[in-house]
């Protein structure tokens, strides 16, 4: 039981690259997460999925696509990289029921040059 | 607006000393609170959780927190702070927005630890 799984855990792109960070659970939650986290600002909440086959914006989803492929994996895309998109990028499920406790991913390292 | 706050960016303590890290949330219902704690370049670790009932709630590495209604606080403690303790702590606050189920995250305090 991996738990929620992220790949790559780090990645450089310049400025107007494109890249799809993936994330994967094994818990069989049916509500996915992508976060980024930013110095002084914790996280904020991108984009969410809380089905297969439903995703809804966030808090701060311009520059961002995402895409719930199964109830297990629901990857995050940057389509024309920027400088203001580096940051650390977190996955997360969540544990189905009244509760909102969140399991999180490793987290990627994201560095726009 | 409804938020998060963690007022202390950064606190120094002497290992062995008492710890206390504030939160206060803006919320007219009760929400569900957390305390995580993410040590330098790692995820984020759960350290404790309340829900609802008791309000002082025990966590994992000796760490407790009290909800006070009152105050729209839940500040964590740890009576003796340990070296290993020097991380950054987010306290986050579930049913803000109801209808993602996510959680809002205050902006972390930095834990330095003094020998």
């Known amino acids: 039981n991996a738990g929620v799984t992220q790949t790559p855990k780090f990645q450089v792109l310049k400025t107007g690259q494109s890249m799809t960070l993936q994330c994967a659970q094994d818990?069989?939650?049916?509500?996915m997460y992508w976060y980024r986290q930013d110095p002084g600002m914790g996280l904020r909440l991108i984009y969410y999925?809380?089905?297969?086959?439903?995703?809804d914006k966030g808090e701060v989803p311009n520059g961002y696509n995402v895409s719930r492929l199964n109830k297990r994996e629901f990857s995050l895309r940057l389509e024309s990289a920027a400088p203001s998109q580096t940051s650390v990028y977190f996955c997360a499920s969540l544990q189905d029921g009244s509760s909102y406790e969140q399991y999180f991913g490793p987290g990627t390292r994201l560095t726009v040059t | 607006a409804q938020s998060v706050t963690q007022p202390d960016i950064h606190i120094t303590v002497s290992e062995g000393a008492s710890l206390e890290l504030r939160c206060n949330y803006s919320?007219?219902?009760?929400?569900?609170l957390f305390w995580y704690v993410q040590s330098p370049g790692q995820g984020l670790q759960l350290l404790l959780k309340?829900?609802?009932?008791?309000?002082l709630v025990q966590g994992i590495k000796g760490f407790e927190a009290e909800f006070k209604r009152s105050q729209s606080s839940f500040n964590l403690r740890k009576p003796s702070v340990h070296w290993s303790d020097a991380a950054e702590y987010f306290c986050?606050?579930?049913?803000?927005?109801?209808?993602?189920?996510?959680?809002?995250f205050g902006s972390g305090t930095r834990l330095q630890v003094q020998p």
């Open positions: 999925s809380a089905s297969e086959g439903t995703t």
């Open positions: 818990m069989n939650h049916n509500s």
């Open positions: 986050a606050v579930g049913g803000l927005h109801t209808g993602r189920r996510a959680l809002t």
């Open positions: 309340y829900f609802s009932g008791d309000t």
């Open positions: 919320y007219g219902a009760t929400p569900y």
